[in-house]
Structures are given as structure tokens and as C-alpha cells.
């Protein structure tokens, strides 16, 4: 949120209350390995943003990435 033309804070969607202060978003995308991995990965907890843990054991290879992407004309 960015009310004033700086980012102040990051919050979900939900509870965004005035849309026209949105200045940036967070995204998070967690990519796995079509197949299993020989040996299994170790096991981890993954989070996203402010949500998780996620855990897995199908034996394939995963990570995390994150951006930030401020919108255009709205930091003023």
C-alpha cells in the first residue's frame, strides 16, 4: 500500500481496502520437477509470501521464487 507514494506495507488481496493506494505487488510462484528425482530431494517446508508451510514427498525437486513488480503511474 503506498498512500502517500511510497510502499508502506505488503497485504493480501483481501484485505486491501482502497485499490487506488496499491503501488506494487508481491508474487511467489513455487516450480517443481516434471519427474522424481533419484535420490528424493530432502525433506522441506516452503513457504510463499505469508502462507505455508507446503510439504511434499512425491520425490521431486522444488523451489521458490519471488519479484516484486511496481506498477506503472502509480508511485507518483
Not at 503501488?23 to 533419484?38: M, Q, W
Not at 510439504?55 to 506503472?72: A, C, H, I
Request: glycine content about 4%.
Amino acid at each position: 500500500l503506498a498512500p502517500n507514494g511510497f510502499v508502506q506495507q505488503y497485504v493480501t488481496a483481501s484485505d486491501v481496502t482502497n485499490w487506488d493506494h496499491v503501488a506494487a505487488l508481491r508474487i511467489a510462484v513455487l516450480a517443481n520437477s516434471i519427474t522424481p528425482v533419484s535420490p528424493p530431494p530432502p525433506a522441506k517446508n516452503y513457504y510463499l509470501l505469508d502462507t505455508g508451510p507446503y510439504s511434499f514427498n512425491d520425490g521431486k525437486m522444488r523451489q521458490v521464487f519471488t519479484t516484486t513488480v511496481y506498477l506503472r503511474n502509480s508511485l507518483q
